[in-house]
């Protein structure tokens, strides 16, 4: 008689586990979600004639495996790369344009530091210096101490807070460099500098293709992809699921850490409380729709990024016509606004203020043609410094169950590639216990 599997949470992880276990094994499998759809936080809707991504817009294709499962699952045709890719920075009020050489962050590139305007010429000097300074020798540390002994405090704060930390939502003075970032992390750690362990790629070779990649119809595309691919799998949504009742000989538990907790905290109340101690951190994005002769500004770029001390009440926002192709009809523009504060305020007022503040940025006369608010509460783990130890503490403690397998943002990578590496971790390592 086949083994049966139960796996809880029908996000990405979840579904490339089922995905995965399918072809590794003939266990029976059932997958439950809670919500009445598949994806988790990859979310796509199509409203009129705008394609609104409501989480992520986009994968980081560098890292591992990911570009092998998207062709694995019959998805190369459907990939596009941006439109455009240079972005821009909120800094004293006024956007100003990044030099593609600042964003690596591998290694000095003089001429982009030169054209980096808005950078002091003391900042710009202690850039250059990055690899004269002291290697940590820590176990961790947060990305704000990390990059200011590397780089100096204006070029960090600038420049590396908002494109590391933002993406994050947290505070850069508590997340984890080596569980966040651990190629910059080990980087210094065996070659001393980050300039020196990273050389200047050539042209046309791989590191000079785009970092992020989406599809033409959007992330769904890769949901709705891989639960076709489910032939076996029986999927339940709308299903909560209490443990207690779960008789399966194998189940993986690839939901946020507090819902793991809630599900395993009886049986096992140390890692529960360990789970329960993981932050999550909420977030809020404005989806705004406009005629093109409405907004004053070029929109040079794909949008902009503000640093944590800039006084105001958007953290970035991605102009999503100009990224990526299909996202709105001739004429118009489609962008997403990313909000910092008042989180706490109903739609219309965090729309509002959204809106306030990105017209006043881009010269918009007018009301929007589209004008929508996501929330995704608590929805963003913080992985603080010390995460990757908690996880080994909380794994540690599981082995005593070993029918029990945790998979998802909350524990060992946030972005859709590690999503889909810790699902093709789990299925394996059960198929490996059988």
Known sequence: MPKSIAIVGGGISGLVTAYDLERLTDCEIDLYEATDRLGGKIQTSRIGEFLVEEGPDCFFSRKPGVNEFVSEIGLD?????????????????????????????????????????????????????????????????????????????????????????????????????????????NLERQHGSLSAGMPTPAAGSETSKPSFLSFR???????DRVAKKLERTRVHLGTATDFEQLSNDFVVLAIPAANASNLIGKRMPEAGRALQRIPHRSSAIVTLAYDRDQIGHALDGTGFLVPPDEPCRVSGATWSSQKWEGRAPEGSVLMRVFMKSGLDADDDTLAMSGLAEIASLLDIKGEPKLKMVTRWTNALPQYEVGHLD????????????????????????????????????????IAERL
């Open 390 to 429: 908690r996880i080994s503490a909380i794994e540690a403690e599981l082995a005593a169950t070993p029918n029990i397998i945790l998979t998802g943002t909350s524990f060992r990578g946030v972005g859709i590639p590690d999503c889909i590496s810790q699902g093709r971790k789990a299925a394996k390592t």
């Open 217 to 223: 119809g959007g992330m769904q595309t890769l949901v």
């Open 77 to 185: 045709d459907d990939v596009i790369r941006p439109i455009q890719k240079e972005f821009m920075m909120l800094i004293g009020g006024n956007l100003h344009r990044i030099p593609g050489g600042l964003v690596t962050l591998t290694y000095s590139k003089p001429d982009a530091i030169d054209e980096a305007t808005f950078l002091s010429p003391e900042a710009k000097s202690r850039v250059m210096k990055e690899a004269e300074q002291p290697m940590g020798t820590g176990a961790d540390e947060s990305i704000r101490s990390f990059f200011n002994r590397r780089f100096g405090r204006e070029f960090t704060s600038l420049v590396v807070e908002p494109l590391l930390a933002g993406t994050h939502g947290g505070d850069p003075n508590c997340l984890s460099m080596a569980a966040l970032y651990p190629g910059y992390f």
